[in-house]
């Protein structure tokens, strides 16, 4: 299985490098007036998701390496649970307690020890202290610390700190660290992970894996800080099934990638992935089938995503099924190169699945939906009730297979392009034919996209029949007063091809314009959680201090607080800044600072370490509010002003 693998991985790169370069080639001979009419505005995004390696070539191409990678690490880790695993068995973990460390009478001296001879069911307690040891866990018991940060196993760089051969196996209570992952297992079912700080282990944080016919199934990984690490938490399957995990309420930060769930000639199935907060890593949250695999009803929902270099990923590639997924109510920001991707290449299907309720902000590009390559599919997905606000492109549809999408409902503004609709980057350029069709738009309200409010290259639906989408440059008129537009809304550059026949607008008549109704958006920039903020600067602390203080802001000196609030219909007429539950504000802002959308208030109070919540609180012209909290602590002794 292993050169297998190996060997298909190589056939499909070169394959695909293959078809990139003669598709390149061509691109130089298309022509004139085609390059003329598209050139301006194509080549504008398609250059810049070539510099930000956004094409489904590379991201796949980028994939399929870690596959490789992985293929070749997991052939000794298999070898060493074929020797060890033992047979199935479940406890109920009500059996004897045994005692580490602390100075009880018989305790043991290391974690190994009381393993090696405890029974299934039994709980091993460790007491707080730093247990230079490399643990394999083949029994079913709890193992618990007294102290997550004063309860350390450190694996001293000689592989996996923790290595679990047996199901029904409970870690919780740790620091686990300085190993080449922190907890690893094989074929292991129903462990809970809980509680734990996994820190700088140079593969994976948690690395949880299924081989040849094994289950990784029913596993808990919930309230975890997994930080500088090689990766945050991988889980996949090779020739087996990964199903039914579910990964809930870490923080999982400042590592080479957040979550990925990866199949090879596998199954992983109904996974929920939910109210984590992911930041700061090479990836969010990437799950990608690969080879005859399927990735279908998993649940990615509630999660905060930022900051990272990519937001979601569902990718299905090589023969393999990526469908019935749901992506809801997370908050996906500043990610460099998308918030959402939904991508297939090759024999695969990426299709059903649901993007529903999610901020999509100051990312590269918003959603994306492509297929590449060959007989593939990206079909009936439905993007729904989503903001997408201030990317290079809002929502982007690629690829021939790509059709018979729904995108209603929308809020799609301040971005470059509000909608793209275009081929594949390299393969489109001569083939004519690798464009998205049929797909439909309508309800969606496009305000304030610089570039173009959508842009397609190729014949979609804009309207459902009877009400199209709100367009903010719409200079029609609406003579009959029925709120729809007498003229079409032509979407560039083929207008003719493209119409809004029932478009919503601020209409060239007397009828009053559209009512505001949606609400600012607020941030607070100033003060930063987890850090110590002194003036208008700050310093990130020690790792356990700024754990300690995740989610609040630790200020010394006046309180210097700074808010950006935009609106995207009218504009924000105030912002007003509160304290803790008092209903009069302490400082009302109705301009910006020099800096555009931003509005300050600097707190001067004398705190002795005091614990408060700030909150801001942005109107818009129609009265509509959006607000923003943070927890403070501040130590500040502040002298009257002399007369």
């Not at 990139?20 to 003329?36: I, L, M, N, P």
């Not at 009053?512 to 920039?525: A, G, H, L, N």
């Not at 100033?526 to 003036?535: A, L, S, T, Y």
């Not at 504009?571 to 020099?594: A, G, L």
């Amino acid at each position: 299985m292993y050169k297998k693998g190996l060997f298909v991985f190589w056939v499909v790169t070169l394959f695909m490098l293959a078809s990139a370069t003669s598709a390149v080639d061509a691109w130089t001979e298309k022509e004139e007036h085609k390059a003329s009419i598209e050139k301006p505005l194509y080549n504008t995004v398609r250059n810049k998701l070539i510099n930000n390696h956004l094409s489904l070539f590379m991201i796949l191409q980028q994939k399929l390496l870690l596959m490789n990678k992985l293929l070749a690490s997991l052939k000794e880790r298999y070898d060493l649970y074929r020797d060890r695993k033992p047979e199935l068995t479940y406890a109920s973990h009500n059996g004897r307690t045994l005692y580490v460390g602390g100075s009880g009478p018989g305790n043991y001296t290391k974690i190994q020890d009381a393993i090696n001879d405890s029974r299934a069911g039994d709980t091993i307690f460790v007491y707080h202290g730093i247990y230079r040891e490399n643990l394999l866990i083949d029994k079913p018991i709890v193992l618990k610390g007294e102290n997550k940060e004063a309860t350390i196993i450190d694996g001293m760089q000689r592989g996996a700190v923790i290595n679990i051969l047996s199901d029904n196996v409970t870690v919780k209570c740790f620091t686990i660290r300085n190993g080449s992952r922190g907890i690893s297992s094989i074929n292991c079912s129903y462990l809970v992970i809980m509680d734990n700080m996994i820190i700088m282990n140079d593969d994976t944080g948690i690395d949880l894996r299924g081989l040849y016919s094994g289950k990784c199934n029913n596993n808990l990984i919930k309230n975890n800080l997994i930080t500088s690490n090689g990766y945050g938490i991988l889980l996949g399957a090779i020739s087996s099934e990964c199903n039914n995990n579910l990964i809930k309420n870490n923080l999982i930060t400042n590592n080479g990638g957040g979550i990925s769930l990866s199949s090879l000639s596998s199954r992983c199935n109904d996974n929920q992935i939910e109210c984590n907060l992911i930041t700061n890593n090479g990836d969010g949250i990437f799950l990608i089938n690969g080879i005859s695999s399927e990735g279908n009803n998993n649940q990615i929902k509630n999660n905060t995503i930022m900051n990272n270099g990519e937001g979601i990923s569902l990718i299905s590639a090589l023969s393999s099924r990526c469908n019935n997924n749901q992506i809801k109510n997370n908050t996906i920001m500043n990610n460099n190169n998308f918030g959402i991707d939904l991508g297939v290449a090759m024999f695969s299907e990426c299709n059903s699945n649901l993007i529903e309720n999610n901020m999509v902000i100051d990312d590269g590009i918003g959603i994306l939906l492509g297929s590449a390559y060959y007989f593939s599919e990206c079909n009936n997905n439905l993007i729904e009730n989503n903001t997408v606000m201030n990317n290079l492109l809002g929502i982007y549809l690629m690829g021939s297979e790509c059709s018979h999408n729904l995108v209603t409902n929308n809020s799609i503004m301040g971005n470059g392009y509000g909608v793209g609709i275009m081929g594949d980057g390299y393969l489109a350029a001569i083939m004519t034919n690798l464009y998205p069709i049929d797909n439909s738009f309508y309800l969606n309200r496009f305000i304030n996209n610089s570039l173009a409010n959508a842009l397609a290259l190729s014949k979609n639906n804009w309207d459902n029949g009877k009400v199209g989408n709100y367009w903010d440059d719409y200079d029609g008129y609406d003579k009959d007063g029925d709120g729809i537009g007498d003229i079409p809304y032509g979407i560039p550059p083929f207008e003719d091809l493209n119409k809004d026949r029932y478009p919503v607008g601020r209409f060239l008549t007397n009828v009053t314009p559209p009512v505001d109704t949606f609400s600012p958006v607020i941030k607070i920039i100033f003060p930063v959680e987890g850090c110590i903020n002194f003036g208008e600067h700050y310093w990130i602390p020690p790792y356990p201090i700024a754990k300690k203080y995740w989610g609040t802001a630790i200020v010394i000196g006046k309180v210097h607080v700074k808010v950006k609030a935009i609106d995207y219909e009218t504009s924000v007429k105030k912002v007003e800044f509160y304290v803790d539950n008092e209903t009069e504000p302490r400082e009302i802002e109705f301009k910006q600072s020099p800096e555009q959308y931003i509005y300050r208030w600097v707190w001067k109070e004398t705190m002795l370490w005091e614990d408060h919540t700030i909150k801001a609180v942005a109107y818009d012209e129609a009265g509509n509010k959006a607000s923003a909290t943070i927890h403070v602590k501040v130590f500040c002794i502040h002298l009257p002003e002399l007369p």
